[in-house]
Nanobody
Framework: QVQLVESGGGLVQAGDSLRLSCAASGRTFSTSAMGWFRQAPGKEREFVAAISVSNFNSGYLDSVKGRFTISRDNAKNTLYLQMNSLNSEDTAVYYC???????????????????????WGQGTQVTVSS
């Protein structure tokens, strides 16, 4: 069983930065693709960023490109999301997600589709005041 625990959310002003962390339990983190998603009030959950097992490939929602950076530390079983130049549209609950363990041949894959992820954290609130 994989457990994911997000932290680092909070209330910030427009233009500020935050770094979210996602600590993963279990032995599969280093063989799983990871992603960040978010859900704003009244909206569906959407893809934000994802990263491959190898750390070699990553993808982003267009509106966060150049402002957000996803990274992972496989030795620490931790996923990160560095968020810079935050604006009010970034206000949401942010969730980290983990795929099932992947084969060696899929180590460079990352996924934008929520259906590719088997495990989810409880979320951390990010509120950006303008």
């Amino acid at each position: 069983q994989v457990q994911l625990v997000e932290s680092g959310g909070g209330l910030v002003q427009a233009g500020d930065s935050l770094r979210l962390s996602c600590a993963a339990s279990g032995r599969t983190f280093s063989t799983s693709a990871m992603g960040w998603f978010r859900q704003a009030p009244g909206k569906e959950r959407e893809f934000v960023a994802a990263i491959s097992v190898s750390n070699f490939n990553s993808g982003y929602l267009d509106s966060v490109k150049g402002r957000f950076t996803i990274s992972r530390d496989n030795a620490k079983n931790t996923l990160y999301l560095q968020m810079n130049s935050l604006n009010s549209e970034d206000t949401a609950v942010y969730y980290c997600a983990s795929s099932a363990p992947l084969s060696f041949f899929r180590r460079n894959d990352y996924y934008r589709n929520q259906r590719e992820y088997d495990y989810w954290g409880q979320g951390t609130q990010v509120t950006v005041s303008s």
